[in-house]
């Protein structure tokens, strides 16, 4: 069986190490240190790092190459382990999904984002893209400032249990079972409330003693003799 590539989308350096457009570095890293990868080393026009889960071989891979051009890192990382599209998963950072909110979809289009496009471009429409919702910041004008600025200390409140989560239940993913890790994850950031304890069922009443009845019964007598 050919590896699992597992690519996270973002943009090298400090100065974007921290930003909402660099969330699927974050998954990338959070997936590497949960189970225990190789160190990361520069291969592929970005840093590759490889580990296994649930008994699968997986190559992590971060594009160095900028946003805009994710597909070619992508590429090479995918000719040299001969892995087909399907078996590559793309984690980036979605505007149009809430913060927080997650969602995984096989092919299609672009929606819009450079790296998607990019990576299509280079290996065609058939990977699995999985969206991590950034939140929009409600005025068109004001998107390149949002998705290139800074998550906040508020914002780990949300984006710290769903690194975690996306963890915990990535096997699922990396299985093809894609409805249940987006339902486990959803699950696990937000669990249905407790239900509310059974009534204690009322002690039933002891049963009443009742006095033997002292009437006899009557004799029959045979009236054939």
């Not at 699995?128 to 068109?140: A, E, N, T």
């Not at 769903?162 to 669990?191: C, E, I, Q, R, W």
């Amino acid at each position: 069986m050919s590896p699992l590539l597992v690519a996270g989308l973002g943009n090298p350096g400090r100065s974007y190490a921290g930003s909402r457009h660099n969330i699927g570095f974050m998954v990338v890293d959070a997936l590497c240190d949960r189970y225990g990868f190789a160190p990361f080393r520069s291969r592929f026009l970005g840093q590759a790092a490889e580990g296994t889960v649930a008994g699968r071989r997986v190559l992590a891979l971060k594009p160095m190459t900028y946003m805009n051009e994710s597909g070619r890192s992508v590429a090479e990382a995918r000719r040299f382990y001969k892995v087909e599209p399907a078996d590559v998963i793309v984690f980036h950072d979605e505007l149009d999904l809430a913060a927080g909110k997650l969602r995984v979809k096989d092919g299609g289009g672009t929606a819009g984002h450079n790296g998607i496009r990019s990576i299509r471009d280079h290996i065609g429409p058939d990977f699995c893209r999985v969206r991590v919702g950034i939140g929009h910041p409600g005025d068109k004008g004001r998107v390149v400032g949002h998705v290139l600025k800074d998550f906040s200390k508020a914002d780990r409140d949300w984006l710290d249990p769903l690194l975690d989560a996306v963890g915990t239940h990535f096997p699922l993913l990396a299985g093809g079972d894609d409805a249940a890790f987006m339902s486990k994850v959803a699950l696990t950031l937000n669990p249905p409330p407790p239900k509310p304890p059974k009534p204690e069922k009322p002690e039933a009443d002891a049963p009443k003693e009742t006095a033997p009845n002292s009437t006899a019964p009557k004799a029959t007598t045979d009236s054939s003799e």
